[in-house]
């Protein structure tokens, strides 16, 4: 079974609306990154957000954290055709260094 | 900016041929990593590496080997490629614990 999880598994929404991805996991972390993947393109890291840590931004983007939930939201506000990607969460492991991914929340922001 | 470089972009091989994916690092990264990925399944780990003269196996490593013969590169190699084996190759690159991962722009490998 996977140790992370987004939901919903997609999004469409129109330019200039706010969009917010969900991510569930299952193992004890030290730390949740979010990646985006736009098409052809290899995954690239938005916000790493620590244990200790219950929300991070970075511009548009806000992603929280609540570890005893095991849960974690990354939200887009005023949204643009290029935030058109798919999205993922992936954790660490407190005793290793190995990183596990989603499979990806696909969003799609239209004209 | 960090970079990590994969070689060939693209690859068409034999059923039972061998194939080796490359990829170079310039971001002086102890950890390196090879995922896959499949329509439906994300990101899934086969092999990865804390540093020259290691491999560790991942989530899916069988059919795989993987060789770290430097800091700066980590190769993934196919002995006997199989169909199954079609999919996208990306490699990372990540300085430890806690740490961003980089990848590259992905190897598309197509077994025939």
């Known amino acids: 079974s996977q140790l992370a999880e987004e939901n919903p598994w997609a999004l469409s929404v129109h330019e200039g609306e706010s969009v917010t991805v969900n991510c569930s996991y299952k193992?004890?972390?030290?730390?949740l990154q979010w990646y985006r993947q736009k098409s052809g393109e290899g995954p690239a890291q938005l916000i790493l957000?620590?244990?200790?840590?219950r929300e991070k931004r970075n511009g548009r983007l806000r992603a929280t954290l609540d570890t005893s939930s095991q849960s974690s939201s990354l939200s887009i506000t005023a949204t643009r055709c290029e935030d058109t990607a798919v999205y993922f969460c992936?954790?660490?492991?407190?005793?290793?260094?190995?990183?596990?991914f989603g499979d990806g929340t696909q969003l799609v922001v239209k004209p | 900016e960090a970079a990590v470089t994969q070689s060939p972009r693209n690859k068409v091989a034999v059923t039972g041929g061998k194939v080796t994916l490359s990829c170079n690092q310039t971001?002086?990264?102890?950890?390196m990593y090879w995922y896959r990925q499949d329509t439906g399944h994300g990101l899934r780990l086969i092999h990865y590496?804390?540093?020259?003269?290691?491999?560790e196996k991942g989530d899916i490593p069988d059919g795989y080997k993987a060789s770290r013969p430097s800091q700066e590169n980590f190769s993934l190699i196919l002995e006997l490629a199989t169909p199954s084996q079609t999919s996208v190759y990306f490699c990372?690159?990540?300085?430890?614990?806690?740490?961003?991962?980089?990848f590259g722009a992905g190897t598309r490998l197509s077994v025939l």
């Open positions: 990372a690159s990540g300085a430890g614990h806690q740490n961003t991962l980089y």
């Open positions: 193992t004890s972390i030290t730390a």
């Open positions: 957000i620590r244990s200790n840590e």
């Open positions: 992936a954790t660490d492991a407190r005793n290793n260094n190995r990183i596990f």
């Open positions: 971001n002086n990264h102890n950890n």
């Open positions: 590496s804390y540093g020259a003269g290691s491999t």
